[in-house]
């Protein structure tokens, strides 16, 4: 099984922003995480981080065409504000999980929004980068 890990705006400052709400761990850290889990679940995983929406969209497409199989997906502030997002993964209609390290329905108003969530199997909401492998463990236990 292929599965993209599809993380947007600022995740890459894992471990620098907010860390009382994102915790200490680098984005580097939670990438080797994920390699770790996949040598152990058996599962092939690509990773593409962006900071704009439409490479985020660009690389859910093209996802379609690599033929995978899942996208475990931290889209950041784009979960409230992207009906791009939103459209690009009901137009390849892969299993997607959403994942958010806070519990956004904790934080600001806004954040209770989610526009891509009607586009996804699962949420793991406020678990910390541990809800990736969570969204991992849906997508191969389909």
Not at 21 to 30: D, K, N, P, R, V
């Amino acid at each position: 099984m292929k599965l993209l890990i599809l993380n947007g705006p600022n995740l890459n400052m894992l471990g620098i922003r907010e860390p009382d709400i994102y915790g200490s761990e680098t984005y580097a850290t939670l990438i080797l995480k994920i390699k770790d889990y996949a040598l152990e679940r058996g599962f092939e995983a690509e990773y593409f981080q962006s900071n704009h929406e439409g490479a985020l969209v660009d690389r859910i497409q093209q996802a379609f065409f690599d033929g995978v199989d899942g996208i475990v997906f931290n889209p950041g502030a784009y979960t409230h504000t992207s009906i791009a997002l939103l459209d690009a993964l009901k137009a390849v209609k892969i299993p997607c999980v959403e994942v958010h390290i806070s519990d956004v329905a904790t934080r600001e108003e806004f954040r209770s929004v989610s526009y891509i969530r009607q586009a996804c199997k699962a949420s793991i909401i406020g678990h910390g980068t541990h809800g990736y492998l969570e969204a991992i463990d849906i997508l191969l236990d389909k």
